[in-house]
């Protein structure tokens, strides 16, 4: 709560000239009874004049109104919105500085949700308390004081109703909210078996399954619509015992009214008086009520977007940090005794993993699935820290330089190409901002995607939509490993990156890349023998453990696992 | 206006069973419009018999107090029977749409599922229909109470005081016009701020799914940027739309405080002449604060019926979708598993013609095997044999009957079908294994997955078989999914099998370890196998070579190797560097 409060803190101004607004507005509608009453008293004794001039101080405070209450319109979208663009942009910034480890804990779709209807709750529930917060409650006890400037005995009425109403209002709400959670849980099932239902058509359709998903979702439906209508039955109480607790009130009140006026204590004018501020009370009590479940749901929204903020980047640059690499050295990565485990995880996922590459060697990487190959290369990028041992890049310990530094040095294509909304041209200048047409042209060819770009009559001004859903797998992915040649990195990681492509396509890209000019490092990460078989050095991963290290040959001598590999994909014949 | 008429009729075909609730909750409606109209007439009525001091007549003012308390009581009781009934019916009203949507979405055309969002379509079911049923029924019982509120205050005015009733005919549409100017200047803001907001959450999703790519760029200063920039520009959209739209309510107001004063001014002038009481003006009063209330009342709910329109329009063309093409009534005779293609023609849309006059004839308990690069219709010929979309022209006959002419259901209980994306569904590890046959025992689900080797992973799950996988199977790895899917069907063991790329994010050496257990499953049966990595597909009885929808070869793996075209070529490619 507080950390999303303090955005309001730039708006202070509107924060408090809107609610001081509202109230001045307020406190004019409270002089109306007591004008209808003088009209009554004295202007029916005195004469027509005395009762237009009563009428035209009504239009001076109808128009007064209108001013107060139109600046504080004014200021309090101002400050909910305001408050709501910078909340957006800082919670984008933060979400931006997450590693992997925070990303995968949170989750992508949370992290959207919070970003998006959550905050507009929060400006929607801002807007409403600035505008009614500060006016509904000072209508309700206004007229309560108002009725006691008028007459204290008639005025204890009020002093009665007022608790009550409020013990009816925040009851019924206290009881609701939490049910209202729960309804909000059964319509996320529903949702949930709709997707599944979505998503798993040709599974459920291909075992025929439809009828018991229908039931399924019957179940739920029917579920979710008693839940529903549990918590109407008691919300639906509100309005119907306002309303007849501010009548029976009203009607309290005019028999006390009446007595006092037999006695002579007051006059008929202020029995009038007296009635109107109890009716102003009932409508300012059903926007209070409307009010306060939005605030709570604003303050639930709130209370998420906190947790996000409390969520700390975990891969921090230390403190001194530099930006230089010896590109010279003879080592480029080295691992000593390095232990891997995900956050939240007991098991270690890498186990004591040593090795070292040299500067300019092709490093193959081969394991079953799960076996830790994506996890060891995300830590080359430092996307998660090591839980144990040591990691040098360049002959320095990863957290020596910045992470910018760091990952301007190393090119990954990952497993799953992710491109983005705009041009195949913007996607590949990613990886280098100021690449020239010559450099985009040799990006293309190298990574075998110049063919299809040039089949395209936009050619690389061709259109990539959201997540590049118009393009193919393969495309997809040649896009992507030209967005990482562009960069020119002295290190380059191919995470699995050619699944996608047919075979011959992928052996030309690994050609093109044991060819490029700059001799860098590289790692391949595959399942296929072919993709490293040819590799200056081949790592064996097994259950996060490196069970093999050396060239094919060696390793056809030494590795009972990496020979099983082999013959798996070769069928036993000898290559 | 057609679709409109259309629309309502096919609404009224839903609540029609909820008639009489209806009828029931309008004249409630009516019940508490009338005693909120005539509570200020009586309480005039009271205020008339306090006069002045000693001049208060006792006797008249308690039975009108009695009865405005017995009237309130009455007033009470019904509004809150006909917010309980309108609770009802909208709540089943949604309950029956959403059970029409899903009983649709049962037999829509797999094409349609395909070529539409899910997102869409699930938003359609939950959102769609949520904003109808609040938006309408609401709506509709707001502007009835409000339309006879206004009917019923006129009434009960020109009964007590012509005059008045005029000057206030006359003044109230000031504020319909007032509040229908500022919608009208704020309903392009509201649409601009929509869209722009839909373009940062367009590119909030973006950034955010795409996270691992940002920041292996580096790309996240410039993503801020480019985010600030949207950010900003919908900040100053918001903040017009937001203030002009807040704008109806003062303006409305300050405009019933002129109204009210009118009222004041010649009431209190009639009062002085005597052809008004006092109470009569103090009705009058409340009237005038009440009548204009539901002309703003109703100038809101408008746009939220028209919204309401909108989302129950999108929802009936999901439920008036076509369905998918008649299903055949016979069922096979023979579960041999012959399967003929008869001169088949298919294509996902009619410009890109796909499968053209292909004819294959598969005897029982052979395996073809289907290769090509992406996009040659090796999938396609899969959708068309589960009859998940239907041939353009040409047969498809299986243990000798036209797939047209069986049941889907008996056609594909006849198939067992692993996918190359694995769907699980959320619920145990059993209730996945047991989806093809549900009254397999525990000992039959073990033995088969200790047959594809997902026994051991499954073992050292928490709860082993009964651990519970989240939404689309949760933590498990792509590979350790593919293998469930594969034991899926081995548990079911089913005359015929699909096979469409069933273990590419298995490792080969498991591939290895399990191909036992895929022989022992396609032994004797018809199998179809899709794969790219051609070693899982040498030991096929025919290898189909496909190419754009056309088969350019077909024979055994030593056929093709030693007829050295496209099939060689690819193989070899596999050991090149």
Known sequence: MKKVLIYLKKYIKETIFAPLLKMSEALLELFVPIIIANIVDIGIGSGTDYIVKQCLILFALGLFGLLFSVSAQYMSARAAVGMATDLKSDLFRHIQKFSYAEHEKIGASTLITRMTSDINQVQSGVNLTLRLFLRSPFIVFGSMIMAFTLDVKSALVFVVTIPLLSVVVFTVMAVTIPKYRNVQEKLDSLMLTTRENLSGVRVIRAFCKEKDETEIFNDKNIVLNIAQRAVARISSLTNPMTFVIVNISAVVLIWVGAIRVDNGDISQGTVIALYNYMAQILVELIKLANLIVSITKSIASAGRISKVFDVEDSVLDSLDAKDYFDLNSEIAVEFKNVSFRYPDSTENSLENISFAVKNGETIGIIGGTGSGKTTLVNLIS?????????????????????????????????????????????????????????????????????????????????????????????????????????????????????????????????????????????????????????????????????????????????????????????????? | ??????????????????????????????????????????????????????????????????????????????????????????????????????????????????????????????????????????????????????????????LMNPVITVAVIVLTPVSLFAAKFISGRTYKLFKNQSEKRAEQTALTEEMITNQKTVKAFNYEDKAIVEFDNINNSLGKISLKAIFYSSLTNPVTRFVNSMVYMVVALIGAIFVLKGSLTVGMLVSFLSYANQYTKPFNEISGVITELQNAIACLERVFSLIYEDEYSEDGKASFNDHSGTVEFKNVHFSYSPDKPLIEDFSLKVKAGETIAIVGPTGCGKTTLINILMRFYDVKSGEIIINGKNIKDVTREELRSNFGMVLQETWLKSGTVLENLTLGVKNATEEQVIEAAKMTRAHSFIKRLPNGYNTILGESGGSLSEGQKQLLCITRVMVMNPPMLILDEATSSIDTRTELKISKAFDLLMKGKTSFVVAHRLSTIKDADRILVMKDGNVIEIGNHNDLISKKGFYYNLYKSQFEV
């Open chain 1, 382 to 575: 430092r996307f998660y820290d090591i839980t144990d041992g040591e990691l040098n890049i360049f002959e320095k310990p990863i957290n020596s330089v910045t992470e910018k530094f760091l990952r301007d040095n190393i090119a990954i294509v990952p497993q799953k190409a992710e491109l983005f909304k705009g041009t195949i041209r913007d996607n590949i200048k990613m990886g280098k901002i100021n690449a020239t047409e010559e450099e985009l042209s040799v990006a293309l060819k190298l990574s075998q995607a110049e063919e299809f770009v040039m089949k395209k009559d936009e050619g690389l001004d061709c259109k990539v939509e959201q997540y590049g859903k118009n393009l193919s797998g393969g495309q997809k992915q040649r896009i992507a490993i030209a967005r990482a040649l562009i960069k020119k990195a002295p290190v380059i990681i191919l995470d699995d990156s050619a699944s996608a492509l047919d075979l011959a396509t992928d052996a030309k890209l690994r050609k093109a890349i044991k060819e490029l000019p700059d001799n860098p490092t590289v790692f391949i990460v595959s399942q296929r023998v072919s993709a490293v078989m040819n590799s200056d050095k081949i790592l064996v991963l097994d259950d996060g453990e490196l069970v093999g290290i050396g060239t094919h040959e060696e390793l056809q001598n030494t590795s009972d696992i990496y020979k099983e590999i082999c013959s798996s994909q070769f069928g036993g014949e000898e290559r």
């Open chain 2, 1 to 158: 206006m057609n679709t409109k008429k259309q629309t309502f009729k096919r609404l009224f075909s839903i609540i029609g069973k909820y008639k009489a609730m209806l009828a029931l909750t309008i004249l409630l409606a009516m019940v508490f419009v009338v005693i909120s109209l005539y509570i200020p007439v009586l309480i005039g009525d009271a205020v008339d018999t306090i006069v002045s001091a000693d001049n208060v007549k006792f006797d008249a003012l308690v039975p009108i107090l009695v009865k405005i308390a017995i009237i309130v009581l009455l007033g009470g009781i019904s509004q809150w029977i006909m917010s309980i009934i309108n609770n009802y019916i909208t709540y089943n009203t949604v309950r029956d749409i959403r059970k029409l949507c899903f009983d649709k979405l049962m037999k829509l055309p797999i094409k349609y599922i395909d070529s539409n969002a899910h997102g869409g379509i699930v938003s359609r079911i939950i959102t769609d229909v949520d904003t109808f049923a609040d938006g309408l029924l609401m709506g509709v019982t707001q502007v009835f109470t409000g339309i006879a509120t206004i009917i019923g205050t006129l009434i009960f005015m020109a």
